[in-house]
């Protein structure tokens, strides 16, 4: 293998890790903004809406 496969292939291996890692924390932000106003959380207590 060459240098610039090696990094080439380093590359895509990191792109396809982030976009992996990136969609899950988008997932749970979702996750997390909708449990938040659902249950109304303030950044002490939470109140259950629905």
């Known amino acids: 293998m ?3 496969t090696m990094v080439a292939l380093r ?3 990191f792109g396809i890790v982030f976009g ?6 988008m997932k749970l932000k ?3 903004s909708v449990f938040n106003s659902c249950f109304g ?5 939470c ?3 629905c």
Not at 20 to 25: D, Q
Not at 41 to 45: D, I, Q, R, W, Y
């Open 2 to 4: 060459t240098r610039v």
């Open 41 to 45: 959380c303030s950044s002490t207590e």
């Open 20 to 25: 992996i890692v990136y969609r899950l924390l």
């Open 30 to 32: 979702r996750n997390v």
């Open 11 to 13: 590359n895509s291996v």
């Open 47 to 49: 109140t259950p809406v």
